[in-house]
Structure formats: structure tokens, C-alpha cells
């Protein structure tokens, strides 16, 4: 069983990211589970001098779900040409844990029609991909998308 976490960018009720997420989850193949991070929001704002043992009971949390994965499947939207910040922050704690290093890494990306600015936000995406040294997949698998 390959197990796939999987990682809404946005907290908004009736989240078109989190509906694909939920979808993706629908039309899994046998062998994949999978499970969708729910614990965004309780994220403490990320500081250095809190990263310490023992963490914030939530960024164990996001560290024992990264943890207990095979590979990560991220969806967020574009807030202001960036990610957005609660999602930048969730990456943040990941840093200090490592769990996510050298994990395969996806993107989801939702946008209908796609909107050219969108493309802006592939940058940083990809910045932090490096920065967790997690190896992405590099081609869009969705139908639809470019
Ligand atoms: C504060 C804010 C900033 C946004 N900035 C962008 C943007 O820079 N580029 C873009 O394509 N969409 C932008 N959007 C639109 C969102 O990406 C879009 O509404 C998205 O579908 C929201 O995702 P959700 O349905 O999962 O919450 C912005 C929306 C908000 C609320």
C-alpha cells in the first residue's frame, strides 16, 4: 500500500483545491491511500526560536503525517502571485523536521479557465521544492491542464 498525503493550500469552506483533493482521493487506484491534512489552521505562526523539542502539538503532528507518507500531493491556490501565507507557513515547519526531504513531491493545480498569472506562483512553488530537496514530478498529469 502506498500511502499519499495530501496537502490543501487553502482553509476556505468550499475550497475548489481542497474538492480536487477530494476527488483525487475518490478515483484512487487500489493500493493508494490516502489521507488529507486537516490541521492547517492550528499551525502556530512559524519562528525559529519555537522549533524546538518538544514541538507545537499540531506541527507534530504535520511532521508524524509527513512522516507516515510515501509521497505528498499538494493543491493550493495563488494568493497575491505567491503561495498562500498559511501554506508558506506549513512549509516552513517542514524544514526543521525534514520528513519531507527526498519525499516525491506533486503539485495539483486548479484554474478554469487557466489564468496566465498563475504561472507566477510555479517560482516559489519550486524554490521550496528545493529547499526540502523534495524531488517533484515535473509534467501535469490532469487532463486539461497546459
Ligand atoms: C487574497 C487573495 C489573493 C488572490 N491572488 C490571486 C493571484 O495572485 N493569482 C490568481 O490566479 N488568483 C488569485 N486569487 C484567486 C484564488 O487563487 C482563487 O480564488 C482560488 O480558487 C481560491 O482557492 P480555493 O477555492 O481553494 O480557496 C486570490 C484570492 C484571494 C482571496
Same mark, same amino acid.
Given at each position: 500500500?502506498?500511502?499519499?498525503?495530501?496537502?490543501?493550500?487553502?482553509?476556505?469552506?468550499?475550497? #475548489?483545491?481542497?474538492?480536487?483533493?477530494?476527488?483525487?482521493?475518490?478515483? !484512487?487506484?487500489?493500493?493508494?491511500? #490516502?489521507?488529507?491534512?486537516?490541521?492547517?489552521?492550528?499551525?502556530?505562526? @512559524?519562528?525559529?526560536?519555537?522549533?524546538?523539542?518538544?514541538?507545537?502539538? !499540531?506541527?507534530?503532528?504535520?511532521?508524524?503525517?509527513?512522516? !507516515?507518507?510515501?509521497?505528498?500531493?499538494?493543491? #493550493?491556490?495563488?494568493?497575491?502571485?505567491?503561495?498562500?501565507?498559511? @501554506?508558506?507557513?506549513?512549509?516552513?515547519? #517542514?524544514?526543521?523536521?525534514?520528513?519531507?526531504?527526498?519525499?516525491?513531491?506533486?503539485?495539483?493545480?486548479?484554474?478554469?479557465?487557466?489564468?496566465?498569472?498563475?504561472?507566477?506562483?510555479?517560482?516559489?512553488?519550486?524554490?521550496?521544492?528545493?529547499?526540502?530537496?523534495?524531488?517533484?514530478?515535473?509534467?501535469?498529469?490532469?487532463?486539461?491542464?497546459?
Amino acid at each position: 500500500m502506498t500511502n499519499v498525503l495530501m496537502l490543501c493550500g487553502s482553509l476556505r469552506k468550499g475550497s #475548489t483545491n481542497e474538492a480536487a483533493l477530494r476527488t483525487a482521493q475518490a478515483v !484512487a487506484p487500489d493500493g493508494l491511500d #490516502t489521507t488529507l491534512y486537516a490541521g492547517m489552521g492550528d499551525l502556530p505562526h @512559524f519562528n525559529p526560536d519555537d522549533d524546538r523539542e518538544p514541538p507545537h502539538p !499540531a506541527v507534530a503532528g504535520l511532521r508524524a503525517a509527513i512522516g !507516515a507518507a510515501d509521497a505528498v500531493l499538494i493543491c #493550493t491556490p495563488e494568493y497575491a502571485g505567491a503561495l498562500p501565507g498559511s @501554506f508558506k507557513n506549513l512549509l516552513d515547519w #517542514t524544514i526543521g523536521g525534514g520528513e519531507i526531504y527526498e519525499k516525491p513531491v506533486a503539485w495539483l493545480n486548479v484554474a478554469s479557465p487557466p489564468r496566465p498569472r498563475a504561472a507566477a506562483t510555479r517560482t516559489p512553488r519550486c524554490a521550496r521544492c528545493s529547499a526540502t530537496r523534495a524531488p517533484r514530478s515535473s509534467r501535469p498529469r490532469a487532463r486539461g491542464s497546459r
